[in-house]
């Protein structure tokens, strides 16, 4: 299957500043990748969807401005949490899609721990 | 939106029993996914299936795409400690939407 790295796999930082999680797809090229985030024993929920060369669509109730989200190159998103809160720490986990004729399949990234103190 | 109904939410088993889960939704989808997570990882492709009525099997691991295109089951047979883990159907039509997961406790 497709490989799909995160970076940094864990971080700690300060509230009040800022945090930024890269996303690449190793071997293929995404048009498409998604953030999603994850708390203790819940389901993924998805942020954002990111477009490469446009900007992402937010899920309802995901602040634009708190979660910037950059799709630079066809291998690489990134997303930036701004002036960060306790709050903000969870899981957060990447996804890019591969898509042809028939199929839809998405692969994800390891994930990212975020802690804020 | 596109609710997935996931059950069971969690089950313990013995190891070498089978496992059933399955996915349930009041819309069609084109596509039903099963992934694997474990602890402190991301999700791990499994299953795509593509077609109503697919049945599709991975090693130990089988799937079905439910005719009606509403629903999905994936079976584990013989289970081994190493399939401990939350499993999760996605369906995808426009976007892709994740069930609640089943958390899949095995007992050596």
């Known amino acids: 299957g497709a490989v799909v790295s995160q970076h940094p796999s864990w971080v700690i930082c300060k509230s009040g500043t800022s945090v930024k999680i890269e996303c690449r797809s190793l071997?293929?090229?995404?048009?498409?990748m998604f953030w999603y985030r994850q708390f203790p024993k819940q389901s993924l929920m998805l942020m954002a969807t990111?477009?490469?060369?446009?900007?992402?669509?937010?899920e309802q109730g995901v602040e634009k401005d708190k979660f910037l989200i950059n799709h630079a190159s066809l291998t690489l998103s990134t997303l930036t949490v701004t002036s960060a809160h306790p709050e903000d720490s969870s899981f957060y986990i990447c996804?890019?899609?591969?898509?042809?004729?028939?199929?839809?399949?998405?692969?994800f990234g390891p994930g990212t721990r975020l802690t804020v103190t | 939106g596109q609710q997935l109904n996931q059950s069971p939410q969690s089950m313990f088993i013995q190891e070498g029993e089978d496992v059933s889960m399955n996915c349930t939704s009041s819309?069609?989808?084109?596509?039903w996914l099963w992934y694997k997570q474990d602890p402190g990882e991301g999700p791990v492709l499994l299953i795509a299936?593509?077609?109503?009525?697919e049945l599709t099997s991975n090693g130990r691991l089988t799937a079905q795409f439910g005719i009606t295109r509403k629903d999905s089951f994936l079976n584990i047979s013989a289970s081994i400690p190493s399939d401990v883990g939350i499993y999760f159907c996605?369906?995808?039509?426009?976007?892709?939407?994740f069930g609640a997961g089943t958390r899949l406790t095995v007992k050596p």
């Open positions: 996804s890019a899609r591969v898509s042809g004729p028939g199929t839809y399949e998405q692969y």
């Open positions: 071997d293929f090229q995404a048009t498409t």
């Open positions: 990111s477009n490469e060369g446009s900007k992402a669509t937010y």
């Open positions: 819309s069609i989808f084109n596509t």
């Open positions: 299936l593509y077609k109503a009525g």
């Open positions: 996605a369906g995808q039509r426009n976007d892709m939407r």
